[in-house]
């Protein structure tokens, strides 16, 4: 059977793309936000996954508000980034893993989350710069099943329910018959709103409070509607459902996580960022 190794989590503002093209992560602005990074890469180094299954939110691209899935996965041989409008550069396409999109997929609906499925995918800076952050040099070495989880118009998941296919998902990769190591990737949040009368609300007793309750209280988030999780953190920072997502996965994996490094920076653009990276062993 495979074997999940871990979980990473990193927020994914666009300008982070246009930094790295132009080579300032060493810059005082960038620095702060970059220095998380290196312990990571040591560990990947290390534990070298071979998959990941990526929690991210579509920003419009692939879905817009006309048809907009609630979780939507990706079982396509090839994504492909494409120009969302944010002016940073197009990545080079990214490999599917579509034979543990599938086992997902199938495993997902026997548990009744009705998932959209998704032959080809194109897919934006929410799916692309944490690759592009954890695996820095060079070609992408791991496989990727994109998991999308509707944030942007509402109707938006439960945090409650977000958890719950978080768990689907982590008991779907310990069943699928591979000899592959698999990590778990959150794409999002913290705290961040970018329009409307509160754009640039941050909310770091918050976020340090989440970011703190994965390791010691994997639940903790689920108390909070997603009204609620608006509320604190901003219209956009609702994206550490992801997170959630992601930590529930790791349940499945190991009673209990250890941590190998994280960070908080604020702000990058109107973001609070975090990162995060659990290993299960
Ligand atoms: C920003 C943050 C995001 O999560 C995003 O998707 C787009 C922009 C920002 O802070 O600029
Ligand atoms: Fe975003």
């Avoid at 310990?174 to 609300?201: N, P, T, Y």
């Avoid at 994280?262 to 299960?280: E, K, M, Q, V, W």
């Amino acid at each position: 059977m495979a074997k999940l190794i871990g979980g990473l989590a990193t927020s994914h503002i666009p300008a982070i793309g246009g930094a790295i093209h132009k080579g300032v992560q060493q810059e005082p602005y960038w620095k702060p936000f970059f220095d998380g990074f290196p312990p990571i890469h040591q560990w990947l180094s290390e534990v070298k996954p071979d998959v990941v299954v990526m929690f991210y939110n579509d920003h419009g691209l692939n879905f817009f508000l006309d048809k907009m899935p609630t979780f939507a996965v990706g079982a396509a041989p090839q994504y492909n980034n494409a120009d969302e409008g944010w002016g940073i550069p197009t990545l080079p396409p990214f490999k599917g893993e579509t034979d543990l999109s599938w086992h997902l997929i199938n495993t997902l609906m026997e548990q009744d989350f009705d998932v959209t499925t998704c032959q080809e995918m194109l897919v934006d800076h929410a799916c692309t710069l944490p690759l592009k952050l954890f695996w820095p040099e060079g070609e992408c070495p791991v496989t990727v099943v994109p998991v999308c989880i509707n944030t942007v118009q509402f109707p938006l998941p439960s945090a409650k329910r977000t958890y719950a296919l978080g768990k689907a998902v982590g008991e779907a990769i310990a069943s699928w018959s591979s000899d592959k190591k698999v990590a778990v990737i959150a794409s999002g949040g913290l705290s961040h709103q970018l329009d409307g009368e509160r754009a640039g609300h941050i909310n770091k007793a918050f976020d340090l409070q989440f970011m703190d309750s994965l390791l010691t209280n994997p639940e903790w988030a689920t108390q909070f509607s997603v009204h609620e999780l608006v509320d604190k953190t901003g219209t956009q920072g609702v994206e550490l459902l992801m997170w959630l997502a992601m930590r529930a996965a790791l349940t499945v994996g190991s009673p209990t996580v250890r941590k190998v490094h994280s960070n908080y920076h604020i702000p990058i653009s109107n973001t609070a960022t975090g990162l995060l990276a659990l290993a299960c062993d």
